[in-house]
């Protein structure tokens, strides 16, 4: 029965997976945006991620049919769509792609068919308004005329209907490496009378025009290396994606996807927020609207998953992404933080169908409000610093913003290069984005290494293909156990230091002293994963054995454990006996077990928004990121102590249950999002109140623990808090560790009793007067230098050896070695004054092993010379780097011997940056 129209995304969603259903799938929940397992992608990018390893036959899931919503970001790599965000009416960096899927079961007739009767019979969209595009055959591949006969025959269209298009337009690519393979694609008119021969033109100004609705892709072929050649995948398979956004503005009758009921009501709350009137044009405002309404989006679900705004990765593109719409709402006049509350409308909008969102909403709301607060700050002095640039090279006819300043921007002030480029184009410059990404990776403040062209090593790959079924893990009842050895991959260092790399290969044995990755049909040794280290311990056979250092999980259904055959020759087929360390494992379980209950007490004293954010468990570590705004007190420390505490003297039973998610969520089970879980999962239960899913190893009772002890508690990204914590004897062994410091400070301090404290802060007092008079004495010498100290008779003669350059008073000088950086600062301060009002002072000291230099310049000259960029240039000579303000900036260097020959070309670089 066709659907009623208009109707809601909510309707248009259920009616897919409704109707996938009916014919044999099973419905999938959407995965987390973060990929699991996969080191190729930033984001889950398309509706097929999900079930990539099944498409290659590394995974198996219980059902060859499969349909999904699945929640998408199109920011980073191959498939980016953020340039194009707000300017177009189909692009979002987020968006929901709806998708079937068949994995060896049914292939393109099947396929073309479900998607026409989709259309036409249940979604109702009249075929006149329909074209189907295949692939033409091209770079060595026949064209899909299989396909075209199959869309004649579903159809009835003739070949003006069914259009032949190239390699880039009709085959299927994920990325440089993975599975592929032709599609064909259904396109919509939007407008009065469907035309053809507009078929390829970009919509026109009025949304009319033709546009993709569905890609139907016929996996065929796997690439497992960037560039490598093509092989047949094991069995034919469907992958199809159809966006939501689009197929709504479909069936709503709209011609843009910010019209849709999924993105219109943010697009309308960024209107009310500016005061501004949304026209639905290509107007700036219009466009920053819907910027706003899409990056609030992306915003919500990503810090729902734990992901938080930082300079590294995953979380630098979230912070790119939240600066960019905050840039946008300054643009539109909003002087206050605001992206929180479009944030909270897509909760409010969305909390229902993604349950992540509603219950992360304090969370979402507190960490975007703080970004905001934090690039706010640093917002107007940017766009200042880029104004006065702008200035200057209108003066010099400069149309491209130097590298050194963009990456500066992004340094100091927290601009996303991609922004620095907005902002320059709307004033018609460019920026050096090349010189500005080598500066800024030089610096280390690079987008960290999600690996575009990863793949997993092809010994693994072989590895896998001979174990009819995944690794059977035996861990969780015993410590030992039998098996038989499937494969061993010998291990070779290539390289040495950081350039060093891991050589494998398959060999059919191994002797004493090869390093080697041992694999089993069923072992009782756990494979890090879920934050918990793998085991170590041994594997034996007669005559031989081998010391497992660590077990990983290269890929799905492979278990490896690491080590060396310490002793004789271990051989594929030969029966073993494999024995994990008590000891370590015990003491893992018990910090393991500890997490859970932790992540307990810390939501009870600081309250819900308190979530994992990862986690590090072995023998002799416990620690716990989690979200969270600032430092925690010490009181907060000793109540979540206390509360943990409290959990393990109850020696309360740890069960766990195999459960569907569905139920285990339904029984209030916790899910951690940097976790990846199946269709059914391993529920653990400590307590009422501590219902966890988690696959790791644990205590059999509460008690087991033993005493629990937080050691350390700091701040490792914006919003997340990180603990270090002991259990058990560990616990003990830090508790000594304290008692014996606490012992020798009192022997050195020479207390008694209870007045340790009392001792130490007269000490630290004393040391305090020294230190002043120290500096006092150090400032009356350099103020008095005579030439024996190389100063040349006070600061008066100091004065002697400044030039004017370019109308500024400019002095380069050398100072007393040993003098501290806060004595050279003030010393360089104070000649910069007695020169007037327009004078540039660098001063240099040797401090120990390392060139210690401090720049000041007059606030009035700063328009034309700036100490920040001065004293890079400098430093560059003494093997340093440094920074700092226009006026005022400080550096350091490692090669002392450098150091007269900076202090010289100190005039030459003014004179250079006065001239450009």
Known sequence: MPIATPASSDQIRRTFLEFFAQRGHEVVPSAPLVPQNDPTLMFVNAGMVPFKDVFTGKDRRPYQRAASSQKCIRISGKHNDLENVGVTARHQTFFEMLGNFSFGDYFKEDAIAFAWELLTKVYDISPSRLVVTIYNGEGGFPADDE??????????????????????????????????????????????????????????????????????????????EKDGPLVPLPAPSIDTGMGLERIASVLQGVTSNYDTDLLRGLVDRAAELSGKPYAGSNADDDVSMR???????????????????????????????????????????????????VALEVVRRMGETYPELRDRRELIARVTEDEEVRFRTTLKRGMKILDERFDEM??????????????????????????????????????????AEAIIRGAGEADGPIDPNAAVDSAHRDARAKLAQPVVFTGYEHEEGDSEVVAIIRVEAQGEGDRARKVRALVEHAEAGQAVELVVRETPFYAESGGQVGDVGEVTADGARVEVTDTQKPLAGLVVHEGVVREGTIAVGQRVRLAVDHA??????????????????????????????????????????????????????????????????????????????????????????????????????MTPEV??????????????????????????????????????????????????????????????GGDLAEKIGKIVAHERELEKKVAELERRILEGAGPAQGGGGGIDAMLEGAREIGGIKVLARRVPDGTNPGALRDLAEKLRDKLGD?????????????????????????????????????????????????????AGGTDVAQLDAAIAATYVEVERALAS
């Open 584 to 685: 370590a494992r015990s003491a893992t379980r018990r910090n393991h077990s500890a997490t859970h209950v932790l992540h307990w007490a810390l939501r009870k004293v600081l309250g819900e928004h308190a979530q994992q954010k990862g986690s590090r468990v072995g023998p002799d570590m416990l620690r716990f990121d989690f979200t969270h705004n600032r430092p925690l007190t010490r009181e907060e420390i000793s109540q979540i102590e206390d509360l943990v505490n409290e959990k393990v003297l109850t020696n309360a039973k740890v069960t766990t249950e195999i459960l569907p998610m569905d139920e285990a969520r339904r029984r209030g089970a916790m899910a951690i999002f940097e976790e990846k879980y199946g269709d059914t999962v391993r529920m653990l239960t």
């Open 838 to 890: 327009r004078a540039a002072v660098l001063l240099g000291a040797a401090v120990g092993d390392k060139a210690q230099l401090a720049v000041m310049v007059s606030r009035s000259a700063t328009e034309r010379l700036k100490a920040g960029e001065l004293i890079k240039a400098i430093a560059r000579i003494v093997g340093g780097s440094g920074g700092g303000r226009p006026d005022m900036a400080q």
């Open 147 to 224: 396909a075209a006969a199959i869309w004649r025959k579903v159809t009835g269209f003739g070949d003006d209907r069914i259009l032949r298009l190239g390699l880039a337009d009709n085959f299927w690519t994920m990325g440089d490496v993975g599975p592929c393979g032709p599609c064909s694609e259904i396109h919509f008119f939007h407008g009065n009378e469907p035309d053809v021969a507009r078929f390829g033109e970009e919509p026109r100004i009025d949304g009319s025009g033709w546009t993709e609705i569905w890609n139907n892709v016929f996996m065929q072929y796997e690439r497992a």
């Open 291 to 341: 910027v706003i309404a899409d990056h609030a989006r992306t915003t919500a679900f990503l810090i729902a998953e734990g992901v938080m705004p930082e300079k590294q990765r995953r979380e630098y593109v979230l912070r790119r992404v939240m600066r960019r719409a905050i840039r946008h709402g300054h643009r539109l006049g909003i002087d206050r933080p605001f992206l929180h509350e």
């Open 691 to 752: 219902v966890e899913l988690c696959g790791g190893t644990h205590a059999r009772a509460l008690g087991d623990i033993g005493l629990f002890k937080i050691t350390s508690e700091g701040g490792v990204a914006a919003g997340v808090r990180r603990l270090f914590a002991s259990t058990g004897l560990n616990a003990l062994a830090y508790a000594r560790g304290v008692e014996a410091e606490l012992a020798r400070a009192r022997q050195v301090a020479k207390a008694q």
């Open 394 to 435: 209108r003066s010099s006819g400069e149309k491209t913003l130097p590298a050194a300043a963009a990456a500066d921007l992004y340094t100091t002030y927290g601009f996303p290069l991609d922004l620095t480029q907005v902002i320059c184009a709307e004033s018609n410059f460019d920026v050096d984005v090349p010189g």
